[in-house]
């Protein structure tokens, strides 16, 4: 059986191009006793994905050049010799960019049609909501009455922390890069305060007057300029929790700004790099939270789903644009 | 009886200078029950006042223009009406830049002269060592064999940072700025390797070569390029004590430099601000260490004394062009 395959075929320089991937087509392999094969139902992609594209150390090896990228999946058992693991399953892990995978089960999760879409198990039951929920609540604590501001507000990430901060009876304020986007943070996803930081000229300013009492927690997606006016407007023992910095992730020269040190030390703030496999332990805690939270309508989510497995490079590019409503998955 | 003061006369723009104090000539006043009159022996000067001459919010208040400066100061008990504090008492706390203060008994403890040098209670047995074991301790959390990064490391909290180190079990790599302080900080204080940042090129890998296995705590008090350096040598899980920023503490434009957030992300660290204030609990505890360790001649400090009341202004100014070896002081 013919199985297609995404290759990493350069290293992207500035922005990725669909010139750094690379199409094949490969036989599928047999499966052997204890192996299962999967054909891939969903896949997700993310903007941590560009820094493994790069040869750099960081908390998760980079991708090799002519072999498969790959990112979280959901995908369907359709031949079985491993007795947990019956045709007809679905499954949630991270596999290649490939039409068909096998597996022996190990990293391996059964995910319930039943219970939920099979997309949420990518997203806000999946890695997305889990980054969000421990994120926020094992680097930041927050506090009812704190305020809390969310950069890339209305990605996969940054909506569900905004909701999860009003759970916890913060002011939430979100920072994303269109009026609709803003629109939306208010109306559908509950933020007390949004805003457009592509029509706003003082970040700094506009971050003051909807922060009157100034700011307790940041969770950053973003880095760059809209990180900046946030620090400028940090209270005494303010936490910051470092989840992303998509504004940087082309960068072919490292973005200078203000340094930032004094403020950290004038406010005796905190400033955390939050990497979810820090806390594996956390897993089944969070996602009994998220599954109660998700069932009492407490959160809501966005998905944007676009179909075909040749569209895997052009949305994952589309990530940098800003394209995407919410978390960013390819139907194959 | 006469009583010279020092006032703040303008706020500097850039570095300091002589035209920004104010000496003026004040009647003493008579001390009134509960009270008792001090005679100003010690004064300590710090690069932390240069943010209370500026007019900004910050951990401490500003210094209002027209009114004394003040800092960290020993003084003798020369006159009482208060049952605690006899006359021939020597005392530490914040006072007034005066020959002679009033007090009634807040915020000031009493030292003994006889267990350790006046100065000492200033300095190592003062902020200068609580700030260094408690900024180390309850930020860093050290572990035996971990690397550890000073900056500043020939100053007054820097050498007992190094020091602290050692006594935990640290590799401990300092940065000074000249040879002399480097050979000290090798010779004197114990470091294992030490580095002079303004005959070095490429601070990063000098670093890289200092710390072969990475850096796993950066204990900073300059900020600006030299933390610039360290923080792209930090191991998974550092952890960064903000504690001063002498590099930028007289810039009239805000320094910049490249942005850390993707760092603390790839390695998962931790940057926290240090207040003394903050751990005001632990004073006690901290002391006796320091002491205990003092004691064992587990740690030695240095000084530098300037005689004269008049020399305030200039030994404070000193200690941006790093003319003090270990911790400034005038004895008056």
Redesign the interface.
């Known amino acids: 059986m013919e199985n297609k395959a995404i290759l990493l075929d350069k290293r992207p320089v500035g922005k990725p191009t669909m010139d750094d991937f690379k199409f094949v087509t490969e036989e599928t392999p047999a499966i052997k006793d204890g192996e299962f094969l999967l054909k891939t139902a969903y896949v997700s992609v993310d903007p941590y994905l560009r820094?493994r594209m790069m040869d750099?150390?960081?908390?998760v090896p980079p991708f090799k050049l002519n072999e498969p990228m790959s990112s979280g999946v959901i995908a369907e058992v359709i031949e079985s010799k491993h007795p947990d693991f019956k045709t007809g399953t679905f499954v949630s892990g991270y596999f290649d960019w490939k039409e068909y995978n096998v597996s022996n089960g190990k990293g391996v999760a059964k995910v319930d049609p039943e219970a939920a879409s099979l997309t949420a198990y990518l997203g806000i039951l999946g890695m997305t909501g889990l980054t969000a929920y421990l994120g926020l609540k094992n680097i930041a604590s927050p506090k009812a009455g704190e305020t809390l501001v969310v950069s890339g507000a209305a990605g996969a990430v940054g909506s569900v922390v905004g909701q999860i901060g009003k759970i916890m009876g913060c002011r939430v304020i979100g920072i994303a890069g269109t009026d609709e986007k803003v629109e939306q943070l208010k109306s559908k996803f509950g933020f007390d305060d949004a805003i457009n930081y592509k029509t706003t000229d003082d970040m700094s300013k506009a971050i003051q007057e909807a922060a009157p009492n100034g700011v307790d927690i940041y969770f950053?997606n973003v880095?760059?300029e809209i990180?900046?006016a946030v620090m400028f407007n940090l209270n005494?023992l303010a936490r910051l929790v470092?989840?992303?910095?998509i504004s940087?992730y082309n960068d072919t020269e490292?973005?200078?700004?203000?340094?930032m040190?004094?403020?950290?030390?004038?406010?005796?703030?905190?400033?955390?790099?939050?990497?979810i496999g820090?806390y594996a332990d956390d897993f089944p805690q969070g996602t009994e939270m998220l599954t109660k939270w998700l069932a009492e309508e407490k959160l809501v989510y966005t998905e944007t789903i676009v179909h075909g497995f040749d569209q895997i490079p052009q949305a994952f590019m589309d990530l940098f644009e800003g394209k995407n409503d919410g978390k960013m998955i390819v139907k194959i």
Chains 1, 2 share one sequence.
């Open positions: 820094g750099a150390k960081s908390y950053d880095g760059g990180s900046d005494r470092v989840c992303g910095s940087g490292r973005s200078v700004g203000p340094r040190q004094w403020k950290l030390i004038a406010t005796s703030s905190l400033m955390k790099g939050f990497t820090d």
